[in-house]
């Protein structure tokens, strides 16, 4: 997730996805320090490699707000996708997503690591409860210790112009397991919109949409940062969910938009997508 600034005004945007899961709009990443076969191999994974740059960790940032290993892109070079669609903005999930039991429900733990003010503890709360009042077949419980998802702090700063304000590491794996969790900006600019229970549900419940295999719902334009620009190939991980609005405005209300309406709830077509998927 990433925040703009323009001349006396600031635009917030959330990137779920996997980053800054959400961010603010004109968040331009710079390419050019990517090497060919870095952008081949981002490409391949079906990823818009000029919407992506490479961290000082050696991971890249892809669509503002995903953060993936080398291991991660491999992992997605090749997959055939099914139910494919390349010209509409339907919700979109992942190749790779949770696996599930033969019957009965998987519990996902979450914890929240450290150091946050206690209205995070608040919002987190409020996102597992809203996932888990969709009775799915996946649930999510808090611990305090382990987790398949950890939720961590750190100053992710700014990109593009944006302020950051949430960074997941990856999508699902292909063993079919969550990904490892992700971390909420402790810079000021992140702190400073993250500011209630309600904004801290908004971007945790996009980051976790990540962890559990969702794009963005207007990866095709980014429309919600009034952008128009495609965040990926259309190819390799981005699979249409079946019963989802053909098009989307940058109004469209839903949890997975990349950037946010400063709205947690889910709408109608984001329980759609979560209960077509889980």
Same mark, same amino acid.
Not at 34 to 62: M, V
Not at 250 to 273: L, V
């Given at each position: /997730?990433?925040?703009?600034?323009?001349?006396?005004?600031?635009?917030?945007?959330?990137?779920?996805?996997?980053?800054?899961?959400?961010?603010?709009?004109?968040?331009?990443?710079?390419?050019?320090?990517?090497?060919?076969?870095?952008?081949?191999?981002? *490409?391949?994974?079906?990823?818009? *490699?000029?919407?992506? +740059?490479?961290?000082?960790?050696?991971?890249?940032?892809?669509?503002?707000?995903?953060?993936?290993?080398?291991?991660?892109?491999?992992?997605?070079?090749?997959?055939?996708?099914? +139910?494919?669609?390349?010209?509409?903005?339907?919700?979109?999930?992942t190749t790779n997503v949770v696996s599930l039991p033969a019957t009965g429900q998987r519990t996902i733990t979450?914890?929240?690591?450290?150091? &946050?003010?206690?209205?995070?503890?608040? $919002?987190?709360?409020?996102?597992?409860?809203?996932?888990? %009042?969709?009775?799915?077949?996946?649930?999510?419980?808090?611990?305090?210790?382990?987790? !398949?998802?950890?939720?961590? $702090?750190? !100053?992710?700063?700014?990109?593009?112009?944006?302020?950051?304000? $949430?960074?997941?590491?990856? &999508?699902?794996?292909?063993?079919?397991?969550?990904?490892?969790?992700?971390?909420?900006?402790?810079?000021?600019?992140?702190?400073?919109?993250?500011?209630? *229970? %309600?904004?801290?549900? +908004?971007? /945790? *419940?996009?980051?976790?949409?990540?962890?559990?295999? &969702?794009?963005?719902?207007?990866? /095709?334009?980014?429309?919600?940062?009034?952008? %128009?620009?495609?965040?990926?190939?259309?190819?390799?991980?981005?699979?249409?969910?079946?019963?989802?609005?053909?098009?989307?405005?940058?109004?469209?209300?839903?949890?997975? /938009?990349?950037?946010?309406?400063? !709205?947690?709830?889910?709408?109608?077509?984001?329980?759609?997508?979560? %209960?077509?998927?889980?």
């Amino acid at each position: /997730m990433k925040q703009i600034f323009y001349s006396a005004s600031l635009a917030l945007l959330l990137a779920g996805s996997i980053s800054s899961c959400k961010k603010a709009p004109a968040d331009d990443v710079n390419a050019n320090a990517l090497t060919q076969s870095e952008k081949n191999l981002i *490409a391949s994974a079906g990823f818009n *490699a000029n919407w992506a +740059e490479k961290t000082a960790e050696g991971s890249y940032l892809i669509e503002g707000d995903i953060l993936l290993s080398t291991a991660q892109l491999q992992e997605l070079v090749g997959v055939t996708p099914h +139910e494919l669609i390349v010209a509409n903005e339907e919700h979109f999930r992942t190749t790779n997503v949770v696996s599930l039991p033969a019957t009965g429900q998987r519990t996902i733990t979450v914890r929240l690591g450290s150091g &946050f003010p206690s209205y995070y503890s608040t $919002g987190l709360d409020q996102a597992l409860a809203r996932y888990n %009042n969709l009775n799915l077949r996946i649930r999510f419980q808090r611990v305090t210790t382990g987790g !398949n998802i950890v939720i961590s $702090g750190a !100053n992710l700063g700014t990109t593009g112009g944006g302020c950051i304000l $949430g960074q997941a590491s990856g &999508f699902p794996t292909a063993s079919g397991n969550p990904s490892s969790g992700f971390t909420l900006s402790t810079s000021s600019c992140a702190v400073a919109y993250l500011n209630t *229970a %309600n904004k801290a549900d +908004e971007v /945790m *419940a996009h980051e976790i949409g990540h962890c559990i295999g &969702f794009r963005h719902t207007d990866y /095709m334009n980014r429309s919600s940062c009034g952008q %128009n620009s495609n965040e990926g190939s259309a190819g390799v991980g981005a699979i249409q969910i079946p019963g989802t609005p053909g098009t989307v405005t940058g109004t469209y209300n839903s949890w997975m /938009m990349a950037c946010t309406n400063n !709205n947690p709830a889910f709408s109608a077509a984001d329980g759609t997508a979560l %209960n077509y998927v889980y």
